[in-house]
């Protein structure tokens, strides 16, 4: 099956889930999935923690971005066991890092940064699957680590713009006043702005911007890196390697660099956040990469072998378990608690 049909397929399943998330996610509702009991207080009530919505939809998007891979990886007639280590190798440094990163830049661990995760992932990754392919394919190890890069970086875009509802869901990364933007963006986003409600979004919390018309910054990132992880699957079908690495890096980094000054959330201090400057160093680097890359191209391939490998119980189970560790690690929330007073009900006498 061509690669562009695929892209259109997968863009019709998600435009339903965006024009649904769009509307409903802004809404406090959509903030805490959950509480959980954890300990009995003096006075008969309980103290619980949160576990949000953001966590759920990260996970979700961990677990897209994973079967996408391993679909790709399958397509080019791949054993589970090589996407599943490179897999295993990128979440080893991206997952640290998105709170590592955040402690540095912003000055606290009550936080995730995709960005610092991502670049993270983008600079040390490539380099890991290189020395993993030169000890495991001593004689093909360039062309194999062209192959998992170029379908990892779409699993990356898709993954980064599912992600984006996470965003909406908890007030993060949001875009600036929409009164204090200029007269034709506020013509442009009249009818499509986001509006937060809720005590406890970020928005709220750190600018006081609930019920306050907003950028919908995270719904146009979250659109470009979904088309940049479609076109960048497409390509890779279609046997380009190298521009399924290239245009999703391209597309999500530049996109990252110019989106950051309509967002009005802390990003560190200077005008050019660090976030900025790692965006456009991984952009400079794919750009480069791309134009220096020999003999990146291959057949066309095989979705239907892609889809068996997808169907395998192993590949199900990595699915699940990065799906998992995403929620796991992002979904305890650590900036809200919860009291709870558990009440009995008589028993109704017919």
């Not at 959509?30 to 207080?41: H, S």
């Not at 189970?317 to 992002?330: D, E, P, S």
Request: a positive charge.
């Amino acid at each position: 099956m061509n690669g562009w049909i695929v892209a259109g397929l997968g863009a019709a399943a998600l435009a339903p889930l965006y024009a649904w998330a769009f509307v409903f996610l802004p809404r406090e509702r959509w903030q805490i999935l959950a509480t959980l009991p954890v300990a009995r207080r003096e006075d008969g009530e309980w103290r619980g923690v949160n576990l949000t919505w953001y966590g759920l939809l990260i996970g979700c998007a961990m677990a897209d971005g994973t079967a996408l891979a391993l679909l790709l990886a399958g397509a080019a007639n791949r054993p589970l066991a090589y996407p599943a280590l490179a897999l295993i190798l990128l979440l080893g440094v991206s997952v640290p890092a998105a709170s590592v990163v955040n402690r540095i830049v912003e000055g606290h661990w009550h936080g995730f940064t995709v960005g610092g995760a991502a670049f993270a992932g983008m600079s040390i990754g490539p380099w890991l699957l290189w020395l993993t392919n030169r000890w495991l394919f001593p004689e093909s190890a360039e062309m194999e680590t062209w192959l998992m890069v170029g379908a990892l970086a779409p699993a990356y875009a898709l993954g980064e713009g599912i992600g984006r509802l996470a965003c909406i869901s908890f007030g993060c990364c949001y875009g600036r006043r929409l009164d204090a933007c200029p007269r034709w963006m506020q013509r442009l986003f009249a009818r499509g702005h986001f509006v937060f409600r809720g005590a406890l979004k970020k928005a709220a919390v750190e600018s006081d911007c609930e019920g306050v018309p907003l950028v919908p910054i995270q719904a146009v990132t979250a659109i470009l890196s979904s088309l940049a992880g479609l076109i960048g699957m497409a390509l890779f079908l279609n046997g380009r390697l190298a521009g399924a690495f290239a245009v999703p890096i391209l597309v999500t980094q530049l996109w990252r660099f110019f989106s950051e000054f309509l967002r009005a959330d802390y990003r560190g201090g200077g005008r050019v956040s660090a976030y900025q400057r790692m965006a456009a160093l991984a952009a400079l680097a794919a750009g480069i990469t791309w134009l220096l890359a020999p003999g990146a191209a291959g057949e066309p391939l095989s979705v239907a072998a892609g889809l068996r490998l997808l169907w395998t119980p192993g590949a199900m189970l990595l699915v699940q378990a990065v799906g998992w560790l995403g929620f796991l690690r992002m979904g305890v929330s650590s900036v809200t608690a919860a009291r709870i007073r558990l009440i009995g009900t008589k028993p109704t006498v017919a």
